[in-house]
């Protein structure tokens, strides 16, 4: 079975860095890009930026350059996002996704981790 | 960046009635558009993707259309688990881009 396992809710004060998750199983973890969206509490998606596996090179959203970074663990399948230098505004719940097609950087999403929610509370 | 306006943010309609939800880009993007469906607390759910492309095990009561710039989601005969947010998101370019999403309610 395809999925993304992602790791478990944070709280985070402003000013720290979070890094959350994301186990790929199922596939060929080096054959498809990883992307990352987050979604603020009533608000709606906002791409964060795309991995990938294959050379490690990364794409970011503008408004983040400079605070997030996008990582892999070859000997688990698991890719990481960091973000650094959290804001209140941060808080929302961060989703790992994948494209349908393999080697295809840009693409639909068919398969999506559950979501971290990350709280930036001072 | 590519802008998607998506209309309207919010509908409100009955078990049974069909309704569609449009998605206009700021520059053509051919057939690269893909509509997700979203309940509370989950992670989207892909429904159509290269516009019209219906996923498999999505009711086909779900259908996309358009192309370029101007893209509609139609919803036959709701059901109660239709009523959820919905978004589109182009697939053209990075970075990539979602529309603000449409919130379905039972009227």
């Known amino acids: 079975q395809v999925q993304l396992v992602q790791s478990g809710s944070e709280v985070k004060k402003p000013g720290a860095s979070v890094k959350v998750s994301c186990k790929a199983s199922g596939y060929i973890y080096t054959s498809y890009y990883i992307h990352w969206v987050r979604q603020a509490p009533g608000h709606g998606l906002e791409w964060m930026g795309v991995f990938n596996p294959t050379n490690t090179r990364i794409k970011y959203a503008q408004i983040l350059q400079g605070r997030v970074s996008m990582t892999r663990d070859t000997s688990t399948s698991t890719f990481y996002m960091e973000l650094s230098n959290l804001r209140s505004d941060d808080t929302a719940v961060y989703y790992c996704?994948?494209?349908?097609?393999?080697?295809?950087?840009?693409?639909?999403?068919?398969?999506w981790g559950q979501g971290t929610l990350v709280t930036v509370s001072s | 960046d590519i802008q998607m306006t998506q209309s309207p943010s919010s509908l409100s309609a009955s078990v049974g009635d069909g309704v569609a939800i449009t998605c206009r880009t700021s520059q053509k993007i051919f057939k690269f558009l893909n509509w997700y469906q979203q309940k509370p607390g989950k992670a989207p759910k892909l429904l159509i993707s290269a516009a019209s492309s219906l996923q498999s095990g999505v009711p086909s009561r779900f259908s996309g259309s358009g192309s370029e710039t101007d893209f509609t989601l139609t919803i036959s005969s709701l059901q109660p688990e239709d009523f959820a947010t919905y978004y589109c998101?182009?697939?053209?370019?990075?970075?990539?881009?979602f529309g603000q999403g449409t919130r379905l309610d039972i009227k």
């Open positions: 996704a994948r494209p349908q097609v393999d080697g295809t950087e840009v693409d639909a999403f068919d398969i």
């Open positions: 998101q182009q697939s053209y370019t990075t970075p990539i881009t």
